[in-house]
């Protein structure tokens, strides 16, 4: 008996934790980069052609560091978190996604970028819609995963569905309803929107509550949404005077989550997209499959197919 919890032993401490937080490189660095009215907090790393990775709401940046860790292989990484989370400036306004589109371009221009692949999440693909629509000479490729866009293809159905009461959720009270259980109103999305609840680790649960936790942090995540009618204003018009956007666009979705139905979201609104399904995965793709989102993403900026 002794010999085998021996054994037991020996092969736990051998094996990671599966709680353990990603992290990033030891190579990448960080910045605070203040433009726009906000200071942004940046990884940058690798060397390569430039990448940015955008990040959505319940989570940070942090979510993109066994993609960025993978793409800086032979990329320039560059993964900013939005104004008002994680470690970036809470301002008091800023949070339609043109403007949040502005401190992307501002981040780039720092780091004297000209032009990018996109790849982002949730909130991210509305800031990178607005970034790609604004610049198109500025986005190489464009990868967008499991979030609708404000007022692109079937916008007024999908908010529609009930899943998605936090869309309207917000304003004073919420934020004092809220305030000291953030931990608890954020473990909702988490546990709702996966395939597999306990893939998003009790370690990265604890990691993303205290980061919105921090003062402005919940009323700068109820602005982003508070915003989307405004956005949805924004991209109509775009689309109007621009048309639809003409870069290589692969839309993925969780196979749990919105699966195929991203690729007709983005048909709607750009006319070179390619469709991708990530398997047993939710909405939280970083953390249900991670290797099939890298491989996938990997692909399509080598290939644009």
Do not use: C
Request: charged share 20%; proline share 6%.
């Amino acid at each position: 008996m002794l010999k085998l919890i021996a054994a037991l032993a020996a092969i736990l401490s051998a094996t990671p934790s599966l709680a353990e937080m990603p992290d990033f490189p030891a190579s990448f660095k960080t910045q605070e980069m203040t433009t726009n009215g906000a200071t942004i907090h940046v990884r940058v790393g690798g060397s390569g052609p430039a990448v940015v990775l955008l990040h959505g709401y319940g989570e940070t940046g942090d979510m993109w560091a066994p993609m960025a860790a993978d793409l800086a292989r032979d990329h320039t990484v560059v993964v900013p978190d939005l104004r008002g989370l994680g470690l970036s400036s809470k301002p008091e306004g800023g949070f339609d996604k043109i403007t949040q589109a502005e401190d992307v371009a501002g981040v780039l221009d720092a780091l004297k970028i000209a032009h990018a692949d996109l790849v982002t999440h949730d909130i991210g693909n509305m800031v990178g819609f607005a970034f790609a629509a604004q610049h198109p000479d500025r986005v190489t490729r464009f990868v967008l995963i499991d979030a609708p866009v404000p007022g692109v293809g079937p916008w007024e159905e999908v908010l529609k569905n009930p899943l998605l009461w936090h869309f309207r959720f917000g304003g004073p009270d919420m934020e004092r309803l809220v305030a000291g259980r953030e931990r608890i109103y954020l473990d909702r999305f988490w546990n709702e929107f996966s395939a597999t609840p306990d893939r998003f680790t009790e370690e990265s649960r604890e990691h993303y509550a205290k980061l919105y936790a921090l003062p402005g942090a919940m009323h700068s995540g109820f602005a982003q949404f508070a915003a989307f009618d405004q956005d949805a204003i924004d991209n109509k018009a775009i689309l109007a005077a621009k048309g639809k956007l003409t870069m290589p666009v692969l839309a993925i979705g969780g196979e749990k989550s919105f699966g195929p139905m991203m690729a007709t979201v983005m048909r709607s609104a750009a006319i070179n997209v390619a469709e991708g399904v990530i398997p047993d995965s939710g909405h939280w793709i970083m953390e249900e499959n991670p290797s099939a989102t890298i491989t996938m993403v990997r692909s399509f900026l080598e290939t644009g197919h």
